[in-house]
């Protein structure tokens, strides 16, 4: 009945079973009569002195019936300095309630198995010299082929010499549970300041540099703390198999080549698992769950290397939350470095990841030390889900970050589905003069930002999710690629890199199949505000350069206001973006930008079959104040603009930029401009190539086809004295009125800028000389020579909105 009772409250919770424990003050350590020496246990006021069990070489073995310690209460193995490993076993079908103390003496490491479940209160402590495994494993093997067993019988000569290298588990082995207070951190004082840990909580603790270990079917810490200082902590649950033990300088390293199913395991009500030092954590199940403001962190203090943080579920990996009673505590999985020993990494090898409601996971570095590395690997998907309820700026996140001059870890994450919403986010982060570490996104089939949630009562209308490299003081932001079969950028969602001071922001890479834009693609250097500037010492006006902007996309399309941009609100230039694709559509106010305050504008460079811009589309290279307007260079086969769209290379003070466009063919609304002009400066260029003999299929036939008329002027409104041009290179003679017929079989050429021809070779080109249209073509026709050539129809004029004679807009030059 007792039994029963046991196993009931390990699926319903903990009230239950602390009701029964209350009522077991009389449990006991009761030895049993398997072993050649048996165990015997001396009460001594609050202490029970095991002494006795039966020694072989190094070894010391103990066997129970019952093993519990009550609270205020204290086991001691009572053993020879010379041993170095002390085995105890269960035999009866008791659980062992261990809320006391555990003391051995020398430096013996201490195994303690019991099939039928162990749990350890908040009031569980450890004083061995050794490290510490417990397990409700039914077996522990050795080297020899002996076989230490929870049920008594041996099939072997009893006992052995030899050293552990196993614990095997069966399909009914029960489960691991540490209770405790949730007080292992303290909450920091300031967001720039380290996890502080509370030297002083009770948990189960192990000698620095020791191993801690638990091995269960399945392992919850319900406000447990387990601590090994420059030590290692093993967590795994197991289904059935056997885990194998494997010797390592800070006592065991747990493997699992032979387990065929995995358990799970759970940290709740702020649990924590701390290997601070240069320690390392490894953690292994089916379902892994960090709920509750739990932590798992590794904080390297010392000039030493730190270890890793390795967390393997076969199932799932999911943090969630913040301490719900206060609102201080985020679910995180950490490694920082304190010191000029570099943080620990973190590995995490699932089938499915979930970080939500404010949970983080991130490497820091707060010196000179190096951050550690973020390495994801997530089979199936990963999902980045919104922002704490206590604080809309807590968001669920993957963040490398250095707040002084070390250098940020990398961020590398593999999966095939990966999605962000309403503030999910992975960043890496520079607060210093530290570099920041390179984030790479390798998805295979979409990646999604999306914002669903609105905001009330907040100022904020969403918590954008993003995925960024940013830098706030000194240090260069690292590089973001993402690559990927489909990357969709949702309205207010962006993938950029940044710098508000002296650093660089990070160039941008994208490869995708598909990328659909209604939010921001951008590499910026931009104004801190006020808080900005207090927070982390960003200056006033920043000079950093921003990063390139490099796509290779099947298919781009910009919609409702999307925007791919290079931006410089500082006092040096801007960026370059470059971007090839077979196709390419901008509609409803989306635009490619590349702009600067006070520098020189930034180079667009776009490769595409076919270009398409409507509904107050552009594509922009502009600079303010004294600055040049930048650099546009399209080819295309076929650029179409429409909807009062527009191409741009604009000055305030300084030159206008240079526009460059080979295509096939060029069709333009009347309301859609193609402009480089300069408000009080000089006008800049425009050139335009045709580069290849046909726009349309061969097998058009002869006769006349109308065409709705989309050809609008590309000639520039005068500002100031000079003008702009717009070019057409041609071997042939050009007509002596541009409403005669033209055709598009002209010279080749494929080079940006537009090669310059020597006199002999210069073909005859048209130049703008006065603000006008050109007269829109609205049929296409088959010439004599057989070449399709698209021209007006003479015989019914359809340009009424042609506000002066195209004729006058050109003149014939050498």
Same mark, same amino acid.
């Given at each position: 009945?007792?039994?029963?009772?046991?196993?009931?409250?390990?699926?319903?919770?903990?009230?239950?079973?602390?009701?029964?424990?209350?009522?077991?003050?009389?449990?006991?350590?009761?030895p049993?009569?398997?072993?050649?020496?048996?165990?015997?246990?001396?009460?001594?006021?609050?202490?029970?002195?095991?002494?006795?069990?039966?020694?072989?070489?190094?070894?010391?073995?103990?066997?129970?019936?019952?093993?519990s310690?009550?609270?205020?209460?204290?086991?001691?193995?009572?053993?020879?300095?010379?041993?170095?490993?002390?085995?105890?076993?269960?035999?009866?079908?008791?659980?062992?309630?261990?809320?006391?103390?555990?003391?051995?003496?020398?430096?013996?490491?201490l195994?303690?198995?019991?099939?039928?479940?162990?749990?350890?209160?908040?009031?569980?402590?450890?004083?061995?010299?050794?490290?510490?495994?417990?397990?409700?494993?039914?077996?522990?093997?050795?080297a020899?082929?002996f076989?230490?067993?929870?049920?008594?019988?041996?099939?072997?000569?009893?006992l052995?010499?030899?050293?552990?290298t196993?614990?095997?588990?069966?399909?009914?082995?029960?489960?691991?549970?540490?209770?405790?207070?949730?007080?292992g951190?303290?909450?920091?004082?300031?967001?720039?300041?380290?996890?502080?840990?509370?030297?002083?909580?009770?948990?189960?603790?192990?000698?620095?540099?020791?191993?801690?270990?638990?091995?269960?079917?399945?392992v919850?810490?319900?406000?447990g703390?387990?601590?090994?200082?420059?030590?290692?902590?093993?967590?795994?649950?197991?289904?059935?198999?056997?885990?194998?033990?494997?010797?390592?300088?800070?006592?065991?390293?747990?493997?699992?080549?032979?387990?065929q199913?995995?358990?799970?395991?759970?940290?709740?009500?702020?649990?924590?698992?701390?290997?601070?030092?240069?320690?390392?954590i490894?953690?292994?199940?089916?379902?892994?769950?960090?709920?509750?403001?739990?932590a798992?962190?590794?904080?390297?203090?010392?000039?030493?290397p730190?270890?890793?943080?390795?967390?393997?579920?076969?199932?799932s990996?999911?943090?969630?939350?913040?301490?719900?009673?206060?609102?201080?505590f985020?679910?995180?999985?950490?490694?920082?470095?304190?010191?000029?020993?570099?943080?620990?990494d973190?590995n995490?090898?699932?089938k499915?990841l979930?970080?939500?409601?404010g949970?983080?996971?991130?490497?820091?570095?707060?010196?000179?030390?190096?951050?550690?590395?973020?390495?994801?690997?997530?089979?199936?998907?990963?999902?980045?889900l919104?922002f704490?309820?206590?604080?809309?700026?807590?968001?669920?996140?993957?963040?490398?970050s250095?707040?002084?001059?070390?250098?940020?870890?990398?961020?590398?994450?593999?999966?095939?589905?990966?999605?962000?919403?309403?503030?999910g986010?992975?960043?890496?982060?520079?607060l210093?003069?530290?570099?920041?570490?390179?984030?790479?996104?390798?998805?295979?089939?979409?990646?999604?930002?999306?914002?669903?949630?609105?905001?009330?009562?907040?100022?904020?209308?969403?918590?954008?999710?993003?995925?960024?490299?940013?830098?706030?003081?000194?240090? @260069?932001?690292?590089?973001?690629?993402?690559?990927t079969?489909?990357?969709?950028?949702?309205?207010?969602?962006?993938?950029?890199?940044?710098?508000?001071?002296?650093?660089?922001?990070?160039?941008?890479?994208?490869?995708?199949s598909?990328?659909?834009?209604?939010?921001?693609?951008?590499?910026?250097?931009?104004?801190?505000d006020?808080?900005?500037?207090?927070?982390?010492?960003?200056?006033?006006?920043?000079?950093?350069?921003?990063?390139?902007?490099?796509?290779?996309?099947?298919?781009?399309?910009?919609?409702?206001?999307g925007?791919?941009?290079?931006?410089?609100?500082?006092?040096?230039?801007?960026?370059?973006?470059?971007?090839?694709?077979?196709?390419?559509s901008?509609?409803?106010?989306?635009?490619?930008?590349?702009?600067?305050?006070?520098?020189?504008?930034?180079?667009?460079?776009?490769?595409?079959r076919?270009?398409?811009?409507?509904?107050?589309?552009?594509?922009?290279?502009?600079?303010?104040?004294?600055?040049?307007?930048?650099?546009? @260079?399209?080819?295309?086969d076929?650029?179409?603009?429409?909807?009062?769209?527009?191409?741009a290379a604009?000055?305030?003070e300084?030159?206008g930029?240079?526009?460059?466009? @080979?295509?096939?063919?060029?069709?333009?609304?009347?309301?859609?401009?193609?402009?480089?002009?300069?408000?009080?400066?000089?006008?800049?260029?425009?050139?335009y190539?045709?580069?290849?003999?046909?726009?349309y299929?061969?097998?058009?036939?002869?006769?006349?086809?109308?065409?709705?008329?989309?050809?609008?002027?590309?000639?520039?409104?005068?500002?100031?004295?000079?003008?702009?041009?717009?070019?057409?290179?041609?071997?042939?003679?050009?007509?002596?009125?541009?409403?005669?017929?033209?055709?598009?079989n002209?010279?080749?050429?494929?080079s940006?800028?537009?090669?310059?021809?020597?006199?002999?070779?210069?073909?005859?080109?048209?130049?703008?000389?006065?603000?006008?249209?050109?007269?829109?073509?609205?049929?296409?026709?088959?010439?004599?020579?057989?070449?399709?050539?698209?021209?007006?129809?003479?015989?019914?004029?359809?340009?009424?909105?042609?506000?002066?004679?195209?004729?006058s807009?050109?003149?014939?030059?050498?």
């Amino acid at each position: 009945m007792k039994q029963r009772a046991i196993q009931f409250w390990s699926i319903q919770g903990s009230v239950f079973f602390l009701s029964l424990a209350s009522s077991s003050v009389t449990a006991q350590i009761i030895p049993d009569k398997t072993l050649p020496t048996n165990s015997i246990v001396t009460p001594q006021d609050n202490t029970r002195v095991i002494d006795g069990g039966t020694i072989k070489g190094s070894n010391l073995f103990h066997s129970f019936e019952q093993f519990s310690i009550p609270t205020g209460s204290t086991v001691l193995f009572n053993n020879a300095q010379n041993i170095q490993n002390i085995f105890s076993r269960v035999t009866g079908s008791s659980v062992s309630n261990i809320d006391g103390l555990i003391k051995a003496k020398g430096t013996a490491n201490l195994f303690l198995i019991n099939p039928s479940g162990i749990i350890f209160g908040k009031n569980a402590r450890l004083d061995i010299g050794g490290s510490f495994l417990v397990s409700t494993a039914k077996v522990i093997k050795f080297a020899d082929g002996f076989e230490f067993r929870a049920n008594g019988s041996q099939t072997k000569p009893l006992l052995t010499i030899s050293v552990p290298t196993g614990l095997q588990l069966g399909s009914d082995s029960a489960a691991i549970q540490v209770l405790g207070t949730g007080e292992g951190l303290t909450a920091p004082s300031s967001i720039g300041s380290p996890t502080i840990r509370n030297n002083d909580v009770t948990g189960l603790r192990v000698q620095l540099g020791k191993t801690l270990a638990l091995v269960g079917g399945d392992v919850s810490l319900a406000g447990g703390s387990l601590i090994a200082d420059q030590g290692r902590i093993e967590l795994g649950s197991v289904g059935n198999g056997t885990v194998s033990l494997n010797p390592v300088a800070q006592g065991f390293a747990l493997s699992y080549p032979n387990v065929q199913r995995f358990g799970n395991i759970s940290l709740s009500k702020k649990a924590l698992a701390d290997t601070s030092g240069v320690g390392s954590i490894q953690i292994q199940a089916n379902n892994i769950k960090l709920t509750d403001g739990s932590a798992i962190l590794i904080q390297n203090q010392s000039s030493h290397p730190s270890g890793s943080i390795n967390v393997n579920a076969t199932g799932s990996l999911e943090l969630s939350g913040i301490s719900s009673k206060d609102g201080r505590f985020t679910t995180i999985l950490r490694t920082e470095s304190l010191n000029s020993g570099s943080a620990g990494d973190i590995n995490l090898f699932t089938k499915n990841l979930v970080v939500q409601g404010g949970s983080g996971i991130g490497s820091r570095t707060y010196s000179d030390g190096q951050g550690g590395n973020v390495t994801v690997n997530a089979s199936d998907s990963i999902e980045l889900l919104g922002f704490s309820s206590f604080n809309p700026f807590i968001t669920s996140s993957i963040i490398n970050s250095t707040l002084t001059n070390g250098k940020a870890g990398d961020i590398t994450v593999s999966t095939n589905r990966l999605v962000a919403t309403d503030g999910g986010v992975i960043i890496s982060l520079t607060l210093g003069t530290g570099a920041g570490g390179n984030v790479v996104l390798n998805v295979v089939n979409s990646v999604e930002l999306t914002n669903s949630i609105k905001l009330m009562n907040s100022g904020l209308d969403y918590v954008p999710s993003y995925f960024a490299t940013t830098d706030f003081h000194a240090g @260069n932001a690292g590089s973001l690629t993402i690559n990927t079969s489909r990357l969709i950028i949702g309205q207010q969602a962006r993938v950029s890199s940044s710098t508000v001071g002296s650093g660089s922001a990070g160039s941008i890479t994208i490869n995708a199949s598909n990328l659909d834009v209604s939010g921001r693609i951008s590499s910026s250097v931009l104004m801190a505000d006020e808080d900005t500037q207090q927070l982390f010492a960003s200056p006033q006006s920043p000079s950093g350069n921003p990063g390139g902007i490099k796509i290779n996309t099947e298919n781009l399309s910009l919609m409702n206001g999307g925007i791919i941009t290079v931006t410089n609100q500082g006092i040096s230039n801007a960026g370059t973006i470059l971007i090839n694709a077979k196709s390419i559509s901008l509609d409803n106010k989306s635009a490619i930008i590349a702009t600067t305050a006070n520098g020189e504008g930034g180079n667009i460079f776009v490769n595409t079959r076919y270009l398409q811009l409507s509904n107050n589309s552009a594509v922009t290279a502009t600079a303010g104040s004294r600055g040049n307007g930048g650099n546009i @260079n399209i080819n295309a086969d076929i650029l179409t603009a429409w909807g009062n769209s527009s191409i741009a290379a604009d000055a305030f003070e300084g030159r206008g930029g240079n526009i460059t466009i @080979n295509a096939q063919g060029l069709f333009f609304s009347s309301d859609s401009l193609i402009t480089a002009s300069s408000k009080y400066g000089i006008n800049g260029t425009v050139k335009y190539n045709i580069l290849a003999p046909n726009i349309y299929s061969t097998q058009l036939k002869a006769e006349v086809i109308p065409i709705t008329p989309q050809i609008t002027p590309v000639c520039q409104s005068p500002a100031g004295t000079e003008v702009s041009s717009f070019r057409v290179s041609s071997t042939r003679n050009l007509q002596s009125k541009p409403n005669n017929l033209m055709s598009n079989n002209v010279e080749q050429s494929n080079s940006v800028p537009v090669p310059v021809f020597n006199n002999s070779h210069n073909p005859k080109s048209l130049i703008s000389n006065q603000a006008t249209q050109i007269m829109e073509a609205n049929v296409l026709i088959r010439d004599s020579q057989g070449n399709l050539v698209l021209t007006t129809d003479q015989a019914n004029p359809t340009w009424d909105n042609a506000s002066l004679s195209a004729s006058s807009c050109f003149s014939g030059s050498q």
